[in-house]
């Protein structure tokens, strides 16, 4: 599959045209960005660990009949994806209650939810992405009422497989955001853009530490050991591929031999 022009960059991702015009290319850079891009750096690795991770996940999806745009992986860094029209909404899921709910409600940070929370935000970085009504979604025609039917039920179904998947691995799926599109090939909405620890919340069941993203956002340090934790739990990353840093060879030592 030949690279075509870019199409769009955002803060952790690039999207290339293909040779197919219903197909791209998402390529996973190591940019990382946070509280609406007050926060930036450069994370060596990160691309990579969740180009994986989130082929992973998104692979998984489609075994269990969720539609998603991934279509396959390419390299270390992209994918193949089907083109969809991004609907600007980011979907919340919570199980646990953290991060900005706990402000905005004061809430204490870890109360378990009884039932999933589904929140709707703007995507709309000049605004901060505020949180929105269903109301405003219809009312300014972001998506039809029956389309946000339809995702909130993919979203619940969504949820149940990754709780289900990171328990398993001994991981609490605290809290994730996804996103929704509707594919250029036939107009139906399918789940889109990416699932990993940028992502997601995702806390050690027995400790809870955290390894994902908050760990940037709360400079708690080593950020890609998170990262590569979830991904050696989820079976990705075995030990001969766990160092992703390049190894640095020493210069090859200068041998003369003396000529007799
Ligand atoms: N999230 C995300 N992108 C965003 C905002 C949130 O991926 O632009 C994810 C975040 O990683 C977390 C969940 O959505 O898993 C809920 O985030 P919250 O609203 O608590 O964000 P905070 O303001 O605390 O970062």
């Known amino acids: 599959m030949k690279k075509g022009k870019k199409l769009y960059e955002g803060k952790a991702k690039i999207i290339f045209a293909s040779t197919d015009k219903n197909l791209v290319i998402q390529h996973f850079k190591d940019d990382a960005t946070a509280f609406n891009n007050q926060k930036k750096a450069n994370i060596e690795g990160k691309g990579i660990l ?6 992973h996940i998104l692979s998984a999806l489609k075994d269990a009949n969720i539609e998603n745009h991934l279509i396959k992986r390419l390299n270390m860094r992209e994918q193949l994806i089907d083109l969809v029209e991004i609907i600007p909404i980011e979907f919340i ?3 646990i209650v953290t991060g900005s709910l706990t402000k905005r409600l ?4 870890g109360t378990k939810l009884n039932r999933p929370l589904i929140e709707f935000c703007y995507k709309n970085d000049g605004l901060g992405d505020p949180l929105v009504a269903k109301e405003h979604i219809y009312a300014f025609e972001w998506a039809s009422e029956k389309e946000i039917d339809y995702i909130t039920e993919q979203c619940m179904r969504i949820n149940d497989f990754l709780l289900g998947m990171f328990k398993g691995i001994g991981i609490k799926l605290v809290d994730f955001k996804i996103e929704f599109g509707k594919r250029k090939s036939d107009g139906k909405i399918i789940l889109a853009d990416e699932i990993s620890p940028d992502t997601c919340r995702l806390w050690d069941a027995e400790t809870d530490k ?3 993203k908050d760990r940037f956002r709360k400079d708690l340090g080593e950020i890609i050991e998170g990262y590569q934790e979830v991904a050696r739990r989820l079976g990705i990353l075995h030990e001969q591929t766990n160092n992703i840093r390049p190894i640095k ?5 200068e041998v003369k031999i003396k000529k007799k």
Not at 50 to 55: A, W
């Open 249 to 253: 060879f020493p210069k090859p030592i």
């Open 93 to 95: 899921v919570r199980n």
């Open 210 to 212: 955290k390894l994902d």
């Open 106 to 109: 004061n809430i204490e940070d």
């Open 50 to 55: 969740n180009n994986r991770i989130s082929e």
